[in-house]
Nanobody, 126 residues
Framework: QVQLVESGGGLVQAGGSLRLSCAAS????????MGWFRQAPGKEREFVARISRNIDSTYYANSVKGRFTISRDNAKNTVYLQMNSLKPEDTAVYYC???????????????????WGQGTQVTVSS
């Protein structure tokens, strides 16, 4: 079992920055890949970013590439999402997720990930 707890969301003006954190417990986070997803009202959950367990690979959605950075500190069992140049369309609930089983569904698909946090709200005002 893995427990994930996100923090760091809030209200920010367009062009501003936020850093989200995801603290993992229950299993050493360095043994699995981690991802961030987001879900806006009335929309499906969408992939944002992913980082490999040994920090040698990162992947981003085109919509956030160049603005968001995913990182992790395995000693602290924590994954981060640094979000810069935020836009109103980034407004959503952001979720972190753990990919333990490596099902091969695709790193950008929600069903690749077995464990999810409760989410943290990010609101970007124009």
């Amino acid at each position: 079992q893995v427990q994930l707890v996100e923090s760091g969301g809030g209200l920010v003006q367009a062009g501003g920055s936020l850093r989200l954190s995801c603290a993992a417990s229950g299993r050493t986070s360095s043994s699995y890949n981690m991802g961030w997803f987001r879900q806006a009202p009335g929309k499906e959950r969408e992939f944002v970013a992913r980082i490999s367990r040994n920090i040698d690979s990162t992947y981003y959605a085109n919509s956030v590439k160049g603005r968001f950075t995913i990182s992790r500190d395995n000693a602290k069992n924590t994954v981060y999402l640094q979000m810069n140049s935020l836009k109103p369309e980034d407004t959503a609930v952001y979720y972190c997720a753990a990919d333990i089983a490596y099902s091969g569904n695709g790193y950008y698909k929600a069903n690749e990930y077995e464990y999810w946090g409760q989410g943290t709200q990010v609101t970007v005002s124009s």
